[in-house]
């Protein structure tokens, strides 16, 4: 079974619910970064159809520009068109968001963040979008 950004938006949804705010958002970052692997593991046959589906809100802004940021981050890699609603109002952000949290590593978020994220006002660090 092929696991969309849709998916992944609905499951970043339920792990923002959970009872333990903080397991939550580390939850919810965790998946968002876990479907770059899921695209790069699929074939360029199949990457397009992982992000065509509109993914309904998660319940917080900056997941769901996030989601919007992978999706572009992603598709500019693949020479894939971007889907429609990845460039919907609701997903850039007003307030810049540092997803690493620390201050300290602000200034490289903002020196190493792909356009993608930056443009949305989603800031991440240089190793974000790595997996082992």
């Known amino acids: 079974m092929r696991v969309t950004i849709r998916d992944v938006a609905k499951q970043i949804a339920v792990s ?13 970052r965790r998946l968002a970064f876990w479907f770059v692997e899921v695209f790069d ?3 360029l046959a199949d990457r397009q159809a992982l992000v065509a589906e509109r993914p309904d809100t998660t ?16 598709c500019t890699k693949a020479s894939i068109p971007l889907p429609d609603w990845a460039d919907e109002p ?9 997803v ?11 020196v190493h963040s792909p356009i993608s994220f930056a443009r949305r006002g989603v800031f991440i660090t240089s190793d ?5």
């Open 16 to 28: 923002l619910r959970a009872d333990d705010q903080e397991r939550g958002l580390a939850e919810a």
């Open 41 to 43: 593991s699929s074939t």
């Open 59 to 74: 319940g917080d802004a900056r997941f769901d520009a996030m989601l919007a940021a992978i999706a572009e981050h992603l």
């Open 90 to 98: 609701s997903r850039f952000l007003d307030i810049w968001w540092f």
């Open 100 to 110: 690493s949290g620390l201050r300290s590593l602000h200034a490289e978020a903002l």
């Open 128 to 132: 974000a979008l790595t997996y082992a």
